[in-house]
């Protein structure tokens, strides 16, 4: 079955193309320490891992996700030694999405609307007890006697436990995607939206709410203070009041927030591409410290005592740490580039980037300071499919290389082919009724 999406968007705002200038001095390369330093990789032999969640249980890791050479589902660790996680064991189970710890039992959910209680104090991973939930599958989260779960469109629910029995069980009645439980507070997410709830004997009573901008799906909270991860709209830091969720400053930059953890005054990010790590010593003003480029596709961490994180990496989990440093981040877009054609250098990090001499075309500068873009011309005889190298002193990425591909598919300031299509929410789009409009239209499959 193929599926399609499609959105009217503002207009983009496109790179000047006028160079900048290249200074007369010569420019020096730095000695930059890197700020999140890899401890290695947590070592399990599944091939097929796709992982998508991490749980820290006291001195368990639990990692969650699907297999597609054999069964998977939770995948649990001992880490009394942090930086050498060992492999206990994991169930034969086809997924598990998401989870949490109560301080009892691992509580996860499923894409087949079921919940269920895992018991992790031995040597393997246990079911105990599954519950069918209904609606797709969101985030879960468990503290105490209460577990609540989000299902999109569908709602959410909130259940009364005790030890892996539900005691008593009510919906949340609005869209919800991400859940956090503190204390006698329910916190749900979803697009454009954060909620607050109070729990009682009778259910969850709703208190306030507060718009946020973009598809919202993650929550932390710790220490009086939120961080809700909304996709390309970035991450919000509120106050943690539940009668009045203030936003006290908020970040958008080039990665989708897919999940966050607060530990401390360190606020770490799930950006899909990266590892990014935030200081939030004021709230208002979130300070990127760095990034870590993922193995595959960074999906939720688990953090440790001092600055210490365990990775769910989609293909390849890993340890990393906060190493204390200050350093520039390169970054290029896009990284597959036509012979003659251009891509954007730019420097997302905290201090001034060095960039050498590209073995082939030509930069618009050789120092970026932060935020700063410089132009990396490709000249127009350079080889498909070859990969032109720039150096840098970014300490994670000391050369950076970028794809040449052949021109291919509509040609640009061609008009699009006219069309009508449905969507997944069954909405009739007529692409010559958006005439004027920047339309971005998405294909893809449900497998």
Excluded at 247 to 275: F, I, K, N, P
Excluded at 358 to 380: I, K, N
Aim: charged share 20%; net charge negative; proline share 6%.
């Amino acid at each position: 079955m193929l599926l399609l999406a499609l959105w009217a968007c503002a207009d983009p705002v496109a790179p000047t193309d006028s160079p900048q200038p290249v200074d007369s001095a010569a420019p020096t390369k730095g000695d930059w320490p890197d700020p999140i330093r890899r401890i290695g990789t947590i070592e399990v032999d599944n091939e097929g891992m796709e992982l998508t969640d991490a749980v820290r249980a006291g001195d368990r890791l639990a990692l969650l996700g699907q297999q597609q050479q054999a069964r998977g589902g939770v995948w649990l660790f001992d880490i009394a030694e942090p930086a050498a996680p060992a492999f206990l064991g994991r169930t034969e189970l086809w997924h598990v999405q998401s989870g949490c710890w109560s301080g009892q039992l691992l509580w996860g959910v499923d894409r087949d609307h079921t919940l269920s209680a895992f018991d992790i104090s031995g040597s393997e991973p246990q079911r105990r007890s599954t519950w069918t939930i209904g609606g797709p599958d969101g985030d879960v989260d468990c503290a105490g006697e209460w577990v609540a779960w989000g299902r999109g469109r569908s709602g959410g629910g909130l259940a009364r436990v005790e030890a892996e029995t539900i005691l008593e069980q009510w919906p949340v009645d609005a869209e919800v995607v991400g859940v956090r439980l503190d204390g006698e507070t329910l916190w749900t997410a979803a697009t454009g939206e954060l909620r607050s709830w109070r729990l009682t004997a009778e259910g969850p009573v709703a208190l306030a709410s507060v718009a946020l901008e973009g598809a919202c799906r993650d929550i932390a909270v710790a220490e009086g203070r939120l961080a809700v991860a909304c996709g390309a709209a970035g991450v919000w830091v509120l106050d943690a009041d539940p009668d009045n969720p203030a936003v006290l400053g908020h970040w958008q930059g080039y990665a989708s927030a897919r999940s966050v953890v607060l530990s401390g005054e360190t606020m770490w990010v799930a950006g899909w591409t990266d590892l990014l790590a935030f200081s939030l010593t004021d709230a208002g003003e979130p300070v990127f410290i760095g990034a870590e480029a993922a193995n595959s596709s960074v999906m939720a961490m688990a953090a440790g005592d001092d600055g210490f994180v365990w990775v769910a990496d989609w293909r390849t989990p890993f340890m990393a740490q906060l190493d204390g440093g200050r350093a520039p981040e390169v970054r290029v877009e896009p990284r597959t580039v036509e012979a003659g054609g251009v891509t954007i250098v730019m420097n997302d990090g905290v201090e001034p980037l060095w960039l050498g001499e590209p073995d082939v075309g030509d930069l618009s500068a050789a120092v970026l300071q932060p935020g700063e873009t410089a132009r990396w011309r490709l000249p127009g005889d350079v080889a498909v499919d070859s990969t032109p190298r720039l150096p840098t002193d970014d300490p994670d990425e000391p050369e950076i290389t970028v794809t040449v591909g052949a021109l291919g598919g509509l040609v640009v300031g061609e008009p699009a082919p006219a069309f009508v299509e449905v969507d997944t929410d069954g909405t009739r789009w007529d692409l010559q009724a958006l005439h004027g409009e920047v339309v971005f239209l998405g294909l893809f499959a449900d497998g």
